[in-house]
């Protein structure tokens, strides 16, 4: 069935959208240390995080720290954290959702109009996923930017994009468009209805004239 087919194509792609935002939220690098300028030292390389910080030699060895305190963590930091667990947990729970209202699963197989409803909740709840995801990175990465064009920043303490945002950006877009595709596959009449034809007159009824 074409219906189930984009369901499931939809459903796949904020899948692999929802394991892209567990992996940008944990990895390290949300920023990285840049090299632009008169910085180049290139000894080691510094990294940011929204749950610690990490060093890399260039002998290949890494240290990394965990923050010590939330409360004294900037608010970008913060708010990005917050950003991106909820968007975690609103696709955890659109998945749980979408997997009753698709049509290749055998709940409310009986009731194919409610199945509808019910993939459509979870494709709005992918979209808002998303969007949260979309925020807090693009929130994240402008603090990055605006900071690397500031004439009063130290040139060795410019950071650049890492590679956790690139990869947040596409988790969030998979999953807007995964949720698009699940949201526009609603449809409200079964196909099996019979179609319906203009009245046809009969004999009786008064109708066009023909000489």
């Given amino acids: 069935m074409a219906n189930a087919g984009i369901q499931l194509l939809g459903f796949v792609l904020a899948f692999l959208g929802f394991i892209g935002l567990i992996a940008s939220t944990i990895m390290p690098e949300w920023k990285a240390s840049s090299y632009a300028g008169d910085n180049i030292i290139t000894a080691q390389a510094m990294y940011e ?72 909740a979870g494709g709005v709840v992918f979209i808002v996923s998303g969007l949260c995801a979309l925020v807090g990175t693009s929130w994240y990465g402008n603090r990055i930017a605006q900071e690397f064009y500031d004439p009063f920043t130290p040139t060795n303490a410019r950071y650049e994009f890492g590679k956790a945002l690139f990869v947040g950006w ?9 949720g698009a595709f699940l949201c526009c596959n609603c449809s409200s009449k079964e196909s099996g209805k019979a179609p319906h034809y203009p009245p046809s007159r009969s004999a009786g009824q008064p109708g066009k004239d023909y000489v």
């Fill in 170 to 178: 596409g988790a969030a877009c998979l999953t807007i468009i995964g």
């Fill in 49 to 120: 995080g929204l749950w610690k910080t990490c060093v890399s030699q260039s002998t290949g060895q890494v240290q990394c720290k965990v923050y010590d305190s939330l409360l004294q963590l900037p608010g970008i930091v913060q708010g990005t954290r917050g950003l991106m667990v909820a968007s975690i947990l609103l696709c955890a729970i659109s998945i749980l959702v979408a997997v009753v209202g698709m049509r290749c699963t055998t709940c409310l197989a009986d009731n194919t109009e409610q199945k509808d409803k019910v993939a459509l």
